[in-house]
């Protein structure tokens, strides 16, 4: 297996402008996570899904912040419009327990200018 | 309010030497912990495990203790070796029972072994 695949693995762009991160998770993984890495907060939850439903979205920091898995072998994380204080590492994870043995995706690195 | 604290942002040991990274928790609700490792430009990727049932998980060099009555649990290295280098996270889940909140990670540590 490939493990999960994030995409893109950096992405720069300019304050205002729309985000989307992607992501393929384990085929026959179950539970769907996202993760934001920051220097201060460390990893952060954002939001699960569990055979493609949302979970747990308590984790979005605001209203800019939506995620999406259209079916069991994509997700998506939008941020519209974007800010500079959202410039972090963006982790995927999936597994087929939801409280432990996850398997991350390597990140998208997320720079708002 | 940081649920799961590693208090050292960084921890240099000799090669071959034990390395012991440690990790408290405020949240008596956790009854999950585990220790994850990782390389820069990479995801984290899981290393061991312990449920709260238990106070020791042994894993050829790697072994985690947990002390429940303290909330605070430890990872130990031994010996240390230069692949070791990387930073390693701890997290926990159970908050209700049967972690439906996902993982709690701490900030993590940067371990340095030197040859």
């Known amino acids: 297996d490939a493990g999960v695949i994030q995409s893109p693995r950096h992405e720069v762009t300019e304050m205002g402008q729309e985000v989307t991160l992607r992501c393929k998770p384990i085929?026959?993984?179950?539970?769907l996570f996202w993760y934001r890495q920051t220097m201060m907060r460390g990893l952060e939850l954002l939001i699960y899904?569990?055979?493609?439903?949302?979970?747990?979205d308590s984790g979005m920091p605001e209203d800019r912040f939506s995620a999406k898995m259209p079916n069991a072998s994509f997700s998506t994380l939008k941020i519209q419009p974007s800010e500079p204080r959202d410039s972090a590492v963006y982790f995927c994870?999936?597994?087929?327990?939801?409280?432990?043995?996850?398997?991350f995706g390597s990140g998208t690195r997320l720079t708002v200018v | 309010d940081q649920q799961v604290k590693q208090n050292s942002p960084s921890l240099s040991v000799q090669e071959g030497r034990i390395s012991i990274l440690n990790c408290d928790y405020t949240?008596?609700?956790?009854?999950?912990f585990l220790w994850y490792k990782k390389y820069p430009a990479e995801g984290p990727t899981f290393l061991i495990s312990i449920s709260s049932i238990k106070d020791k998980n042994e894993d050829g060099r790697f072994t985690v203790f947990l002390n429940k009555s303290a909330k605070h649990l430890s990872l130990h290295i031994v010996p240390s070796q230069p692949g070791d280098s990387a930073v390693y996270f701890c997290a926990a889940s159970g908050g209700g029972g049967g972690g439906a909140d996902g993982l709690t990670f701490g900030k993590g540590t940067h371990l340095i072994i030197q040859p």
């Open positions: 085929s026959g993984h179950d539970y």
């Open positions: 899904f569990n055979n493609n439903v949302p979970i747990d």
């Open positions: 994870a999936s597994s087929t327990i939801p409280f432990g043995g996850y398997t």
């Open positions: 949240n008596s609700m956790f009854d999950y």
